[in-house]
């Protein structure tokens, strides 16, 4: 079986290697064969595989190191990306389903030669990647390398099985911008196929991407214990520096946007942005990061590191062919939609520079001059503050403006409703609240839903793609506002005996009891608290410790009870069953819900904006709309053609 | 008409704004207090990637005990920074001060920012230099001052020492949890113990007496249930509860020390008897040495 494997991934990468040799050459056809036969043959790999997981066939070494007797079927399936080896060969059918995806879509909507040179690359990326699975080598495992089991955390969480493939999907579809932009350097041209494919396929990555993090951070939030739910972890940032190359491109390839010095820089974020994920599986693979999501150290960071390289070079070198393709000289006036467009473009750059910085800086300190250093949180919220701060008033401001030139005036007569809204609801919340930036989030939030509803009521053409992009921007406000609001929260830490009580805020716990259970696979401490706020019950809470015996792993399984404006938060740190103590960390974290529900906001959002428009008689539809002048917001998220809709 | 509704609309906008702006910028500090902010901007040294403030590692408890001590002490926020800092090595700086070798950290973002307007301001004004120059130490003055003015302002919270918070307020939840659901031992049991902390000995021995009843072969919710009827001044009544744990596990020593004293007080047969099996078993407990001058006193 093992061997049948092994045979499927090296045929994969042959025969993906053939196709990019026979899309390069031309020869369509073979290619296209070539390019399905690839994906076939990782496909069946990975059928052999998780066969052997839900079957625990004990041949199989990767099925030993990552499943255990009593593990349940769920975590059997979803064990194929527990552990690296896995991991790399479930990522390369990912790479396999979107080149594939690509071709299929592609091949009536692209010249030929833009097709080929794209999928070309694209067939080099499978592979690669094919490579690097083969020297993973999941059917036949080195010695060492079944002992180090991956944590049970990754055996404990419905999540594991969404988490991940949502963030392959994500991150491989972005290689598909990444050869949109080598195809259009090779071919020294873009056009107006290529920008909508740009965009389409950038939307696909986007949502994936945007609900993986969120997920993620949302997991973090419920599993971890400690209350909260981004740490600026190293590999956090790697999920992250895509996404705001992503969500930069989205703002540069709509077709009204393409008038503000657009071609260069979809050309460079298309390809940043599938750069910086090939850097975050190098580092969390090569373990040159020490961080919670990191494999352990294996000989695949120097086949990485020269994928990524490779990638870069191969970039850089097309760069300097396609160079014409750079010179741009739109210009605008300093109040306008374009500039606004400059400036979210601009500081999404900067903010991603910036998050490299932090995630690599203490790496080169330590090699150049043994220095260690930390950068955690406090650093990210000082230097990102305020870009922050101008990205989400440019992203609330920016759709009233106008196209080429405004004047102050004229912008103040459009936007007085939701200015005065925001002012407003600012004002009432810091009267009750007595935060200055969460009134001010609040009335960002506030202006943003305006402009939402506005844009929804007001009839003027392409109405629905302009309510989808309000309406992600309006997830981003929200989203802001959660995490600001998320910072004025109470923690308590006590160890308390039954009957007795920990206060957070005007919330406490009081503990019944504490009680232990065996269920087969881990030994679970569960205390029982009452929970109460202002005289008024919020009912039990049951968190619990739960010991993995055989991984001799200790994990939280806190308990969370969201209301409206706040979760209550409880974990169980430590237990004694003689004394009958308990020592419980009671939090109560302000807005953290609003965090989940904007994010299925902005996808939401994204998904309304991007969907394909039904095909009207007489043609073509036109983009010109007359919103500048009407007085409706305008996000200027119109015709994405069939790209996203087509290609999801 | 309408122009006249839109301006008075504005002008109570942003007299709102800034009356509410206002108090809370007047209120005091709500983020947190000072302690939990200074183990915010430290790292836990056994962990990867938590904060003093988040880790629940010994490490980072006895940490934030020592952050608590020399705020008590009246230090600030940034000694106690730098003493760890000397101690831990800056790696424990989650926060790296520019001075002590994190001086790469804060360059570094400083110069993409400077970079990228002087980008910006050099393509909209080809030819007149001194707009691009001028422009970008304005801006570049402006990220400076910023941090500046960020770093110098301490965390100002308040630091209110972790009082130990009575029983009182557990005992009316817990009342109303049993009130709801009467039949639950562990809620009755909660009860009895959180009125037993408050002193409320008489009630406290009800709820005993219910939970015992809820679970009546629980050795150790009975022997609770006698010890607060002795301390009630009822150790009469404790002898029932004694006598049923000694049915059930006749060696449960405290058991046997409680009820032989009480009928060895009491003048009633058989106390001696408990006391004796008592010793057996525990010769060495710290009540031995009393309980075998009683019992040579009520020999002699």
Redesign the interface.
């Known amino acids: 079986m093992g061997i049948i494997g092994n045979a499927l991934t090296v045929s994969c990468g042959i025969l993906a290697l053939a196709a990019a040799a026979l899309w390069l050459a031309r020869r369509e056809q073979w290619a296209r064969l070539a390019t399905v036969l690839s994906l076939l043959a990782v496909l069946a790999a990975v059928a052999l595989m998780e066969f052997a997981l839900l079957a625990r066939d004990t041949a199989v070494d990767y099925v030993v190191k990552v499943t255990e007797e009593a593990l349940p079927a769920y975590y059997r399936f979803t064990a194929l990306w527990s552990a690296m080896e896995g991991s790399l060969l479930f990522w390369l059918l990912c790479l396999a389903i979107v080149t594939v995806a690509f071709v299929v879509h592609g091949l009536h909507r692209l010249p030929p030669r833009m097709l080929g040179a794209a999928a070309a690359v694209l067939c080099a990326f499978v592979a690669a990647f094919a490579a690097v699975s083969i020297v993973a080598s999941p059917f036949t495992l080195a010695e060492g390398s079944i002992a180090d089991r991956p944590s049970p955390l990754l055996q404990d969480h419905a999540a594991m099985g969404i988490h991940p493939p949502l963030l392959y999907l994500g991150f491989t579809a972005l290689a598909i911008p990444f050869a949109l932009s080598c195809a259009a350097l090779l071919t020294r041209s873009t056009g107006a196929a290529w920008a909508r494919l740009m965009r389409g396929w950038t939307v696909v990555a986007w949502i994936p991407l945007t609900a993986g993090i969120l997920l993620g951070a949302w997991w973090s939030y419920a599993v971890l214990g400690w209350g909260g739910y981004w740490a600026w972890d190293p590999v956090e940032n790697a999920s992250l520096m895509p996404w705001l190359m992503a969500t930069a491109l989205l703002h540069v390839t709509g077709p009204r946007m393409r008038s503000a010095g657009w071609r260069p820089w979809a050309i460079v974020l298309g390809g940043a942005a599938f750069a910086l994920v090939v850097l975050a599986t190098f580092l969390t693979r090569s373990g040159v990061i020490q961080s919670i999501h990191a494999f352990s150290v294996s000989p695949l960071g120097p086949l990485l590191l020269a994928v990524l390289l490779a990638a870069v070079t191969g970039w850089v070198v097309l760069a300097l062919h396609g160079r014409s393709l750079f010179h741009s000289d739109a210009r605008a006036a300093v109040l306008s939609r374009q500039t606004a467009l400059q400036i979210n473009r601009v500081a999404l750059a900067l903010v991603t520079l910036i998050v490299l910085a932090g995630s690599l800086l203490p790496t080169v300190v330590l090699a150049v001059s043994g220095d260690r250093l930390s950068v955690g949180p406090p650093w990210y919220e000082r230097t990102l503050a305020p870009l922050a701060v101008v990205l989400l008033v440019v992203m609330a401001v920016g759709p009233w403006l106008r196209w080429g030139a405004d004047s102050v005036r004229s912008l103040l007569g459009r936007i007085w409703l939701p200015a005065v809204t925001a002012a407003a609801t600012s004002g009432v919340v810091a009267l009750v609240v007595r935060d200055v930036v969460l009134a001010l989030a609040a009335g960002l939030t506030a202006f943003v839903l305006v402009s939402l509803v506005v844009g929804i009521v007001r009839r003027a053409p392409g109405r629905r793609r302009r309510a989808g992009a309000l309406l992600a921007h309006l997830g981003v406000a929200i989203a802001a506002l959660a995490v600001v609001g998320s910072g004025i929260g109470a923690v308590t830490e006590r160890t308390v005996a039954v009957g007795q009580t920990v206060l957070a805020g005007d919330t406490s716990a009081t503990l019944v009891s504490v009680d232990r259970v065996d269920d087969g696979r881990r030994d679970i401490a569960e205390a029982r608290l009452l929970l109460e706020r202002d005289g008024e019950s919020l009912g039990e809470a049951r968190p619990q410790l739960r010991w993995y015996e055989e991984h001799s792993t200790m994990l939280a399984a806190p308990e969370i009870r969201p209301l409206f404006f706040d979760d209550v938060y409880v974990t169980l740190l430590d237990f004694d069953p003689v004394d009958t103590t308990a020592t419980i960390r009671l939090a109560v974290n302000p807005l953290v819900s609003w965090l989940w529900v904007a994010g299925g906001v902005a996808v939401a959002g994204a998904a309304i904006a991007a969907w394909p428009a039904r095909p009207r008689r007489g043609g073509v539809p036109s983009t010109r709309s007359t919103s500048g002048h009407t007085g409706v917001p305008d996000t200027a998220v119109v015709g994405a053609g069939g790209a996203a809709g087509g290609a999801a | 008409m309408r122009r006249w509704a839109?301006g008075l609309?504005?002008a109570?906008?942003?007299?709102?704004?800034?009356?509410?702006?206002l108090?809370?910028?007047l209120?005091p500090n709500?983020?947190?207090d000072l302690a939990?902010e200074v183990a915010?901007?430290l790292?836990c040294p056994s962990c990867?990637?938590?904060?003093v403030?988040?880790?629940?590692a010994p490490v980072a408890a006895a940490m934030r005990a020592v952050i608590d001590e020399q705020l008590e002490e009246g230090r600030s926020a940034g000694e106690i920074r730098a003493w760890f800092a000397e101690r831990y090595?800056?790696?424990?700086?989650?926060?790296?001060s520019p001075l002590a070798?994190?001086w790469?950290?804060w360059l570094?973002?400083a110069v993409?920012?400077a970079a990228?307007v002087i980008l910006?301001v050099t393509r909209r004004h080809r030819g007149r230099r001194w707009i691009p120059l001028a422009v970008t130490a304005a801006a570049l003055a402006g990220?400076i001052a910023?941090?500046a003015v960020?770093?110098a302002a301490e965390p100002s919270g308040s630091h209110s020492p972790?009082t130990?918070?009575g029983?009182a307020?557990?005992v009316?939840?817990?009342r109303?949890?049993v009130e709801s659901d009467s039949g639950d031992p562990?809620?009755q049991?909660?009860?009895?113990?959180?009125?037993?902390?408050a002193g409320l000995l008489a009630e406290a021995e009800q709820h005993y007496a219910a939970a015992s009843r809820l679970r009546p072969l629980d050795t150790d919710i009975a022997y609770l249930h006698a010890t607060v009827l002795v301390r009630d001044g009822r150790p009469v009544d404790a002898v029932p509860a004694l006598e049923r744990i000694l049915a059930i596990e006749p060696e449960h020593t405290p058991a046997l020390l409680l009820l032989g004293t009480i009928l060895w007080e009491g003048g009633v047969q058989g106390g001696e008897e408990l006391l004796e099996r008592f010793m057996e078993l525990e010769p060495e407990h710290p009540a031995a040495t009393e309980v075998r001058e009683l019992l040579t006193e009520g020999r002699t």
Not at chain 2, 48 to 51: A, H, W
């Open positions: 839109v609309s504005i109570g906008a942003v007299a709102l704004a800034l009356v509410g702006i108090t809370a910028v209120a709500q983020r947190g939990r915010e901007s790292r990867v990637g938590e904060s403030a988040d880790s629940s090595g800056t790696e424990v700086l989650l926060d790296p070798g994190g790469l950290l570094v973002p993409i920012i990228a910006i990220v910023a941090w960020t770093s972790t130990a918070e029983a307020p557990a009316g939840v817990l109303d949890a562990q809620l049991l909660a009860l009895a113990r959180a009125l037993d902390d």
